[in-house]
């Protein structure tokens, strides 16, 4: 029961991942913004995540003031989530993935960093391609290459962009931006 269980939430999150992605590629993609608290968007995302790991360690330093952003929280969280399951399948058992956020002054930097193999340069850019997947040896293919695809539209539809950093050798920095409007009117 436990593995139909599991083999169905994983069809339902492909057919998710399918329709968004005709959303992106239709313009159809709604977005429903409102004042959002960062933390929040984060605390939901890992929350999912951990429903799929529960044994993965996710250590989340946060700012200490709050950092509102003007988005469509549920797209935001779902873009988040992919980077993170990604980061989980990657991660090596016991290696936690690590969720840290800045604010620049004009924008929200999320970087999600896990210790797996890392993803070589000449292919940083192509992992955000629909259907692209990186091959990594024993590695099974457990996605559609979908995920990332799916992130950079729902990110870039909020204004901001989403790239894999270069690394020191070991493990994978997905970095997502997204810009810090000016705070909400107390008056309105």
């Known amino acids: 029961l436990e593995a139909i269980l599991g083999e169905g939430q994983r069809l339902d999150r492909y057919i998710q991942n399918l329709l968004d ?48 952003l003007y988005v469509h929280p549920a797209l935001i969280e779902q873009a988040l989530f992919n980077i993170l399951e990604n980061a989980a399948r990657f991660s090596p058992p016991g290696e936690p993935v690590r969720i840290s956020t800045r604010n620049d002054g004009e924008h929200l930097l999320i970087d999600v960093s896990d210790r797996g193999p890392g993803i070589p340069e000449d292919q940083r850019a192509r992992i955000f391609d629909m259907f692209y997947s990186v091959s990594r040896g024993d590695r099974a293919p457990q996605g559609t290459g979908l995920g990332l695809a799916i992130c950079r539209g729902m990110i870039g539809a909020h204004g901001g962009s989403v790239e894999a950093l270069p690394g020191d050798g070991i493990g994978t920095t997905i970095r997502i931006s997204l810009p810090l409007p000016p705070p909400p009117d107390p008056e309105q």
Not at 41 to 68: C, G, N, Q, Y
């Open 21 to 68: 992605m005709t959303r992106l590629g239709h313009g159809t993609l709604k977005l429903n913004r409102d004042w959002t608290d960062s933390a929040e968007i984060v605390a939901a995302a890992v929350a999912r995540l951990h429903k799929l790991f529960p044994d993965l360690r996710v250590e989340t330093p946060m700012p200490v003031e709050p950092v509102l």
